[in-house]
């Protein structure tokens, strides 16, 4: 299992904490650390759509002008999202069963215990 995201992030630091009390085994990849590939973004909207990784609660969303908002579809999301990498929900996970992206520990733990 891969996990991605923000190493600051509240909800990564949640996910990562679950893993480890859980004992489940991840590899973490920061989006600012360690980088975010226009290969990597189209496989996660190829699998969820461009909608559920728009994290459209956080200070990033709210600093995109209203029109680019707007007038969002998944070729302006994906650019987005690789110019802002804060842009996109956390934690994106990618494990045997598919890419999921959010933390939720009863899905989590049907998922991976």
């Known amino acids: 299992m891969k996990l991605y995201g923000i190493k600051n992030c509240d ?9 480890d009390e ?4 991840y590899q973490f990849h920061d989006f600012k650390k360690d980088g975010l590939t226009a290969d ?10 461009w909608e559920p990784l728009v994290n459209r609660r956080g200070t990033t969303w709210r600093r995109l002008p209203e ?3 707007d007038s969002m579809e998944a070729q302006s999301a994906h650019d987005a999202m690789l110019d802002n990498p804060s842009l996109i929900k956390r ?5 045997s069963d598919g890419v999921s992206v959010g933390f939720n520990a009863e899905e989590w733990a049907a998922r991976f215990l």
């Open 11 to 19: 909800t990564v630091k949640k996910a990562r904490k679950w893993l």
């Open 67 to 69: 029109s680019v908002r």
């Open 22 to 25: 859980n004992g489940v085994d």
């Open 91 to 95: 934690p994106v996970v990618e494990a």
């Open 40 to 49: 990597m973004l189209s496989g996660w909207q190829d699998q969820l759509g």
